[in-house]
């Protein structure tokens, strides 16, 4: 790549010229689930018996009839070729955390030359796909490859348009021969019916029949809009999602000016589009503005039950990828594409709810007098710490490990804040007594024109990574590139446990004559003898709280490689095993599968430190050298003493060295055999590669701090972040 590269992107940023989205005008609400094969679809095209059958199924939980798989599979085919689709797909989430897809056309050949178009029972229910070459931790050898992948009839199908055709696509879960799990999608399943068997059971003890109990989630997407004639221009970015290279800009985000700042006219009629295909899908997009970091946006959808939440959450990622490019834009979803500014991340918002809308954890105007939220509550609080490490190795990657405990990130230490008013509760409770906690009100602001607001019980923490908002809670340290089927698999599954716990301890107290009141009073307070160390309201950034929060036994996983050996430790995998989410296998292989993936992305981004810093920054850093000794050789020449050219010409020189030193440092410790264990492996790799990397982008980001800009191969930060 030449040097001229940066200076041709930067022009051709310029040129740039907008394009009108083609459904621009088009209203919501005519176009919302128009590409989904929703229940009024269902409704409209099924027999009313198979109807019924198949809602039983979506809205009640029970098991699906295979007997019903024809009749919907003629009426799907149907729907989707009426909305031109010639193949279909059995959609699936591998353990990459990505999404994946083999295509089948409906065409049928028939005897004398023809072809119908079919798709039947079988082919709806069940799909084929290789189970060796995508992640299976040994699950599945490269000699066995048979998999299944199976038809979720929770989550609809729906059409992906493309203007040469369009293609339905079929959620489905993935598994191996064996009937193990290969993807994220059937863990996510069996943890949202463990909650719902022992949530269901717990409201019995509150006189409250529910037939399920669902957990929703909502999730926050943050991301970064860079040109894609940036992007193209940055091998790193190309190869790894991230900056490996780049010097601080004299101006960042400091001055705070584009958080909920005016949306840049193109970004916004990327959005505008990219929104109106979500809205087809049936992808409830409610917000969106500019986040911190300059470059960077947030999207975010009304909550969800939590299988459907997952799925669209992928179909949100791959639409803002899908249409960046369209308006010369690249779309980037790493947890830290810049450093010295904010990363992304995907603030997972969770609740549980019944199948009659009643939210579980809904406080109402008297949360200390709402016994049965308090009862949720505290299974949450037990919860998270006991297996505060569970949570941290959910969201436990290489890309975090730059932004967790950075300014826009919680620390990796797993807290939770309740703020005031649940603090106040829970601190009477601890006395015995049942009392009101602070009060909301009226925020007067001091002008008669403007109306008194309502004023929360209690303000927002956003240091805390596990934080009480209102009526659910928003899980902070997701990654932006991450997949939130893993954490809310967690979290499922922990806070069925707790509830599960507390449930027999409460039918126990009842059953010998005390009253529900009274009963939940003692769990409560047994449970927050030791749970309370979890509890923090106030700076999750500070020192001092690390150093409390070691006090208190909390676990500090400062890093993926720390925190990924955990997961397979006994109790998680007694626990995962008891509530039939993970078995032993599936739990060491999703160990396995991660901690490979941290060295492999370790080491791509070391091979791409290593050749961007041979072939593009060396070189330009010579040319320069170059320059200046024919100067100094010039004026000495003239019979000039050239004191501050022979100056930077020896300074230019000593770095250029230096950064010849690091770059053979790197090769030396990247270039190693493996060690005996995929641990000690990805331990070698953090504590060895990684240094040696960040060591050459030392130097070479102070070597773009000298070489002139027109001879500098690279865009800088100052033309990725500002240059619209």
């Not at 809205?59 to 009839?65: E, H, N, P, T, Y």
Request: proline letters at 6%; a negative charge; glycine letters at 8%.
């Amino acid at each position: 790549m030449s040097k001229e590269a940066r200076l041709n992107a930067v022009a051709a940023v310029t040129r740039w010229q907008p394009r009108t989205p083609p459904e621009a005008t088009a209203h919501v609400e005519d176009i919302f689930g128009a590409n989904v094969f929703t229940l009024e679809r269902m409704r409209e095209r099924l027999p009313k018996p198979v109807f019924k059958n198949l809602l039983a199924t979506i809205d009640r939980g029970q098991k699906v009839d295979p007997s019903i798989a024809d009749a919907v599979a003629i009426a799907m085919r149907d729907w989707a070729v009426d909305k031109g689709a010639t193949h279909y797909t059995h959609w699936f989430q591998p353990l990459t955390g990505l999404t994946a897809e083999k295509h089948d056309s409906f065409i049928t050949p028939t005897f004398g030359g023809g072809a119908l178009k079919e798709f039947s029972g079988k082919e709806l229910i069940q799909g084929e796909p290789d189970a060796s070459s995508l992640p299976s931790g040994g699950l599945r050898t490269t000699f066995e490859a048979r998999g299944y992948t199976a038809w979720d009839p929770t989550s609809p199908a729906f059409i992906v348009e493309n203007p040469n055709g369009t293609v339905l696509c079929i959620p489905t879960a993935y598994a191996s021969w064996t009937g193990e799990a290969l993807d994220k999608k059937t863990p996510l399943m069996r943890s949202m019916a463990a909650i719902s068997e022992q949530a269901v059971r717990a409201l019995k003890i509150f006189g409250v029949d529910a037939n399920r109990v669902i957990s929703t989630v909502g999730a926050e997407q943050e991301y970064f809009l860079i040109d894609s004639n940036f992007f193209y221009a940055r091998p790193d970015l190309m190869t790894c999602g991230r900056t490996l290279f780049g010097a601080a800009p004299p101006r960042g985000q400091e001055l705070e000016d584009h958080y909920f700042g005016q949306i840049p006219d193109r970004v916004l009629a990327y959005m505008l589009e990219a929104e109106m295909e979500l809205y087809k899908l049936g992808v409830p997009v409610k917000t969106r503005h500019n986040e911190v970091a300059p470059g960077q946006y947030e999207i975010a959808p009304i909550f969800e039950e939590s299988n459907v939440a997952n799925d669209h959450q992928q179909m949100t990622m791959t639409m803002l990828q899908r249409l960046a490019p369209k308006y010369g834009l690249k779309c980037l979803l790493h947890e830290k594409p810049f450093a010295g500014i904010n990363g992304s991340g995907k603030h997972n918002n969770w609740a549980l709810g019944t199948d009659k809308g009643k939210n579980l954890l809904d406080p109402g105007d008297n949360p200390h007098q709402n016994l049965q939220f308090l009862f949720f509550c505290t299974a949450v609080i037990q919860a998270v710490y006991r297996h505060a490490d569970l949570l941290r190795v959910s969201v436990a990657n290489a890309g975090n490990d730059h932004r967790l405990g950075a300014n826009e990130a919680p620390p990796a230490i797993i807290s939770i804040f309740l703020g005031d008013q649940l603090s106040g509760i829970y601190e009477k409770l601890e006395d015995g007594k049942l009392e009101a906690g602070a009060k909301a009100g009226l925020l007067g602001l001091g002008v008669d024109v403007l109306p008194p607001l309502p004023k929360d019980a209690g303000d927002r923490n956003r240091t805390s990574p596990f934080a009480f908002t209102g009526n659910k809670f928003e899980f902070r340290a997701l990654g932006s590139n991450q997949s939130v089927a893993g954490p809310n698999v967690v979290l499922n599954t922990i806070v069925a446990e707790s509830i599960d716990e507390l449930a027999t301890t409460m039918e126990k107290a009842v059953a010998a004559g005390k009253s529900v009141e009274d009963a939940l009073g003692e769990t409560i307070r047994s449970v927050m003898k030791d749970a309370k160390a979890v509890l923090f309201d106030g700076d999750g950034y500070s020192d001092e709280w690390h150093k409390e929060a070691e006090k208190r036994g909390l676990p500090n996983y400062r890093t993926t490689v720390d925190a990924l050996p955990h997961l397979a430790d006994a109790k998680n995998v007694k626990l995962f095993g008891k509530y039939n989410v993970l078995s032993e296998r599936e739990v060491e292989s999703r160990e396995d599968i991660y901690i490979e993936q941290y060295v492999k992305v370790i080491n791509i981004e070391a091979e791409t430190t290593a050749s961007i810093g041979r072939t593009m920054i060396l070189p330009a850093a010579l040319a320069y050298q170059q320059q200046i000794a024919a100067s100094v050789s010039g004026a000495k020449a003239a019979g000039t003493d050239c004191v501050g050219g022979k100056e930077l010409l020896d300074e230019l020189c000593g770095t250029i060295c230096k950064f010849k030193a690091a770059l053979d440092q790197l090769r030396k410790v990247n270039d190693h055999d493996d060690p005996p264990t995929k641990l000690e492996h990805a331990k070698f790799m953090l504590n060895e590669v990684v240094p040696a990397m960040n060591a050459v982008r030392e130097i070479g980001d102070d070597l773009e701090k000298t070489v002139p800009a027109d001879g500098w191969p690279l865009p800088v930060y100052r033309d990725m972040l500002f240059v619209k």
